[in-house]
C-alpha cells in the first residue's frame, strides 16, 4: 500500500496494492499488519458503514464532540469528493480543509483521525460508501459543521443546488460550533 500525507496532519490517503488480470482484480481493502506497518498506526475498527447516495447529495460535515470516531472510509461503487475538516483548536491546520476523490476506479481510501468533521458530495449517478470507525456511532454527540460554511470556503464540485437532510441544512458554522481542544 502506498500512503501519501495531506495537508492536515494524519489525514492520510491510502492506495492499495491493486493484482489486476483478465478475470477482474483483488486488493486488500484493509490488512491491520500492513496498515501498522505503513502508518505507525493500529487503530481499533468497531463498527462499518455503508451507505448509497445519489449524484449531488452532500452528506456532512459530521463529527462526535465526545466518543469521536476515526474513519477509514472508501468509495465502492461510483465516485464522491471527500472532505475532512480540521477542527482542533489547538492545531496549525485548525479551519482548514482537505478534498480527495475517491472512486470504485481509483480505489484511493481516506484515513481520517478523530476529532476532525467529516463529509462528501457524489459526482457520479449514485455512490455506494463504506467506512470502519474506531467508536460507536452516539447521536447524542454528534454535531453538524454547515456544509458551505463560507469561512470554510470549501469548493463542493456540484452541479446547482446539492440533495441535503435537515440536519445538515441546519449546521453550524465553525465559529459557532463545538470543536476539540
Known amino acids: 500500500?502506498?500512503?501519501?500525507?495531506?495537508?492536515?496532519?494524519?489525514?492520510?490517503?491510502?492506495?492499495?496494492?491493486?493484482?489486476?488480470?483478465?478475470?477482474?482484480?483483488?486488493?486488500?481493502?484493509?490488512?491491520?499488519?500492513?496498515?501498522?506497518?505503513?502508518?505507525?498506526?493500529?487503530?481499533?475498527?468497531?463498527?462499518?458503514?455503508?451507505?448509497?447516495?445519489?449524484?449531488?447529495?452532500?452528506?456532512?460535515?459530521?463529527?462526535q464532540i465526545q466518543q469521536p470516531q476515526g474513519k477509514l472510509v472508501r468509495a465502492v461503487a461510483g465516485e464522491i469528493f471527500d472532505v475532512v475538516v480540521d477542527i482542533r483548536r489547538s492545531s496549525p491546520t485548525f479551519g482548514q480543509w482537505v478534498g480527495v476523490h475517491l472512486s470504485a476506479e481509483n480505489k484511493k481510501m481516506i484515513w481520517i483521525p478523530p476529532g476532525l468533521?467529516?463529509?462528501?458530495?457524489?459526482?457520479?449517478?449514485?455512490?455506494?460508501?463504506?467506512?470502519?470507525?474506531?467508536?460507536?456511532?452516539?447521536?447524542?454527540?454528534?454535531?453538524?459543521?454547515?456544509?458551505?460554511?463560507?469561512?470554510?470556503?470549501?469548493?463542493?464540485?456540484?452541479a446547482g443546488e446539492p440533495i441535503l437532510a435537515v440536519k445538515d441544512r441546519a449546521g453550524k458554522r465553525l465559529s459557532e460550533a463545538e470543536v476539540f481542544d
Open 1 to 63: 500500500m502506498r500512503v501519501t500525507p495531506t495537508a492536515i496532519a494524519d489525514v492520510l490517503v491510502i492506495e492499495p496494492r491493486v493484482f489486476s488480470d483478465e478475470r477482474g482484480f483483488f486488493f486488500e481493502s484493509f490488512n491491520e499488519r500492513a496498515f501498522a506497518v505503513a502508518t505507525a498506526m493500529t487503530p481499533r475498527f468497531v463498527q462499518d458503514n455503508h451507505s448509497r447516495s445519489v449524484r449531488n447529495t452532500v452528506r456532512g460535515l459530521h463529527y
Open 117 to 158: 468533521a467529516h463529509g462528501f458530495s457524489v459526482l457520479s449517478d449514485y455512490a455506494d460508501f463504506l467506512y470502519k470507525t474506531t467508536d460507536y456511532w452516539a447521536p447524542q454527540h454528534e454535531r453538524t459543521l454547515l456544509w458551505n460554511d463560507p469561512d470554510l470556503a470549501i469548493a463542493w464540485p456540484l
